[in-house]
């Protein structure tokens, strides 16, 4: 079975650079649509960055715009959040997930039917 895993979490000080990755286990597997989502402790989870099937459409949340840009390899399988000027409202558990039916960008949960298993990114102040 498919297995999405996410790596280059960590500790971080604010205004830092930190570069997210997520790969999925199997090189036959070819997701559409991928995004980032994250869950703040004791907050539900939201949509941070999503990515098209080709890269061209993109989507960001506001908190993130202009800090955080996303990217996709699809002949590696990969997808990369690059999250620069760290805040330390960025702390979450980072979750990557893909959709094997949407192709353009979605910010909606909704869209996507494989997740990773999450890493944790902590800012400090």
């Known amino acids: 079975q498919v297995q999405l895993l996410e790596s280059g979490g960590g500790v971080v000080q604010a205004g830092d650079s930190l570069r997210l990755s997520c790969a999925a286990s199997e090189r036959s597997f070819t997701p559409l649509a991928m995004a980032w989502f994250r869950q703040a402790p004791g907050k539900e989870i939201e949509s941070v960055a999503a990515?098209?099937?080709?890269?061209?459409?993109?989507y960001f949340a506001d908190s993130v715009k202009g800090r955080f840009t996303i990217s996709r390899d699809n002949d590696k399988k990969t997808m990369v959040l690059q999250m620069n000027s760290a805040k330390p409202e960025d702390t979450a558990i980072y979750y990557c997930?893909?959709?094997?039916?949407?192709?353009?960008?979605?910010?909606?949960?909704?869209?996507?039917?494989?997740w990773g298993q999450g890493i944790q990114v902590t800012v400090s102040s």
């Open positions: 990515i098209s099937f080709m890269g061209a459409n993109k």
């Open positions: 997930a893909t959709s094997q039916t949407t192709i353009n960008a979605s910010g909606s949960s909704r869209s996507y039917d494989m």
